[in-house]
């Protein structure tokens, strides 16, 4: 009982952070029905944005200053590539057949990832990133079950960046017009909405939130590296697509089923299938059979009616 | 753009009435420095040293030749001659930098390289001088006289040819992946000497783009184009023997039969994708997981020594087998999903893609089963033999000319395309291949003029994946090993940007996609890291400039240039989606 239990926390914080990836892939799908394939290499660049900036903070910052400064840091650089990307290689192709901007994005998650690789000092193999929050120190949650501090921070950080963002679409003006260019971008323009600016708006959030990720996923593992975000990336967008596309609430849904699912699997799966080794196998088997038998997604999909 | 149209006509307003002078001066010129030397030392090649024009002073020259439009009002000259002059400048200043670095120092450029500068500035200001076409360039047809369709024919053998020619200059142009030979992948710094090779082979490239888009824009391309399709059995023919006769032209050369060989395999799986993505317009990001399981298959019953199964299957069964099996996977995984929105089923398919390669990689006897060795794969996957007791592992000759044993997997090639080809071809043209088309533009609209969209989706994904069984079962016996590697989501990403590079829905655009994609990697070494970089780059501009890619069907094409043609809410504003360069 223990062992689950224990695999459950560890499927929640997987899940943590493919849900706030995930927000990026289903804000954006929402609003202009593009497979933002370099999403996953905004959240790498959120990792590498905190890593630069903790080396040119003085040696000794205390943690409670280097940790905000590097999400800092990491949001600037996730945020700045997000909207220059959404102006420079999407907005001209708005109008295009919908497999163009698919390439394009494809081709910007690549050139993203070798532009770290080939000109970020050191950056060809993993680099590490310092372990501001010891992941030694572990918490109990109940008998043998703990979980450590890295993790905990992630889960903490990730239901914090959901309830904000999740607010701020609900309440906000910006966040309701987002809704409505959502909904219908014909009538939203009609009443007044600046939709080029929304989608600029869910190109910033998005980013924001995977700078999030990627700040914990360097806390977790110690490690960047320019190729963590493409796997990442894909199982986002299956979180995404899971819990229903276009859906805020089913992206979060559908993070953390994913992360359930890939843990659980990888402890219970029957021989020979167990084992890390099979995990990512695993994650697209439960999206296809989802996909199969709810095409929706679990909470379904909101997408402006136009296909 | 705007604001290079702005800087056009303010060109256009004040040197307007000297476009001609200043563009002929130029491209004088130009030509006198290409009879000048280019470098002050021997050893760069191209000869740049002498006074005969080769290597990149050639190819300027023949841009120069372009000039003769500022005398003639061709239609379309004004865009031909924008896009060949500036061609020009960039080779010109190329060479001038890799002669300059080479050597040392600009000073070590030959007094050439200076004055061909000067008149390619000249060239380039004229042409940007010279007022905007008043029309398109028509397509043209020969009068019609009794010589006509001899010489129609003799034009149509002569493209053909002249395709299969640029194609083996190409190849020729010597760089570091062939001096280094099948290791090439491994790394090492390049030499000064690879650089000033590549140089070639860039400058090369740029020559023949140039001289197509300039040949494009007075509407010649498009005038051969009519002609082809007038003899299309002429040009089929002229194309086969052109394909035939390649091994002949390289003088025993292995190395270069092998690209050949793996271009053909890249381009059969690249038109076997076209039927998916650019006929059925569903979106495959797993193609290469079909051919991967072709390969696996066919490694499997090769009766290599690493395989773990001991059986020896005759070739022509394993082909079809693999061929039957990637298909089955086809339709099991198409069965379910094809029901869904397009998105989706690009993600399902990745995820396929995905499992496969993670499959494969586990089967190592140690995470799963024992089946395929894991990350290390099948190797030693014997040469292929016919009954008769000819091995395509043997070297021969044939006709006193000596061919490596590679003539005889170029040649199997060869057949591959010739037959993925043709599939495409007559199902484009089908019933089928036009109810495909209908599903692409418009599924709803599609399945109430009573088209089975969901059998027909499926039977687009399940040829597809059949022709890739086929096409990787052949590559196994060609490369001689079957390892997870080869079947990673970049693989598959290639694939598909050479559909749309080449143009979707179009044979002739994925065999040149194919084509581009795969000989650029091998000959431009020099930019070594920076490849994929440029390769991603390249994908956003080949979107942003020219999305129907470079041999566009005219559906296609319409599709992406006339304002309104992808009707959205957030559609740019008709005009803005037009491109200018």
Redesign the interface.
Known sequence: MDLFLQQLVNGVVLGATYGLIALGYTMVYGIVQLINFAHGEIFMLGGFGALTTYLTLPAGTPTAVALPMMLMGGMFVSVTVAVLMERFAYRPLRGAPRLAPLITALGVSIALQEIVRNFYPNAKTARVFPQLVDPQQRFTIVGDVSISAPNLLTVVVAVVGMVALSSFVRRSRTGRAMQATAQDPDTARLMGINTDRIIVTAFVLGASLAALAGLAHGLRFGQVDFRMGFLIGIKAFTAAVLGGIGNISGAVLGGFTLGLVEVMATQYAPEPFAGGAWKDAWAFVVLIIVLVFRPTGLLGERVSARA | MIYLEIARSRVRSKLGPFALPIGLLGALLLAIGCFLPWSTYAGFPGKMLNSTPGGARLYVLLLSLFAVLFLVDWPGRSKALRGTSLFALIITVLTMLFVGYAGGGLVNCGIGVFVALVGALLYVVGAQALPEDSAPAPIRNLPDRGWRTLVETLLVVGAAVSALLVFVIGLGIPTASVAEGPDRRLGGAISLNDLTNESQFLCFLLFVCAAMLGLSRIGLVASLGALTKKHSRVMVAAALMSAVVFPFTQGGDGYSLRIAASIGVFAAAAIGLNIV?GLA?L?DLGYIAFFGVGAYFAALVSGSVTSVLDVDLPFALTIVLAAAISGIFGIL?GA??L??????L???T???G??FR??V??LDGS???SLTNGPNGISNIPDLALPGGFSFGDNHTLFGVDLPFQANYYWLEVILVAVVMTAFLRLAESRIGRAWVAIREDELAAAATGINTTRLKLLAFALGATLAGAAGSINAHVVKVAAPDSFT??ES?LL??AV?LGG?GTVQGALLGATVLYLLPEKLRFLQ??R??V??????LI??LR?EGLVPSKRRQR??REPG????????PPG??EVST
Request: proline share 5%.
């Open positions: 993505v317009g979106l995984l379910p999903t029901r869904l929105r397009g998105d989706y690009a993600i399902v990745l995820g396929f995905e499992i993670i499959t990689n586990n995470a799963g089963p989501f970049l990403a598909l940007a749309i979707m890291d920076l994929l970089l390769f991603g780059i390249v994908l956003v979107m942003r999305p599709e992406f043609g992808g009707a959205d809410a957030l559609a740019a803005r989606a």
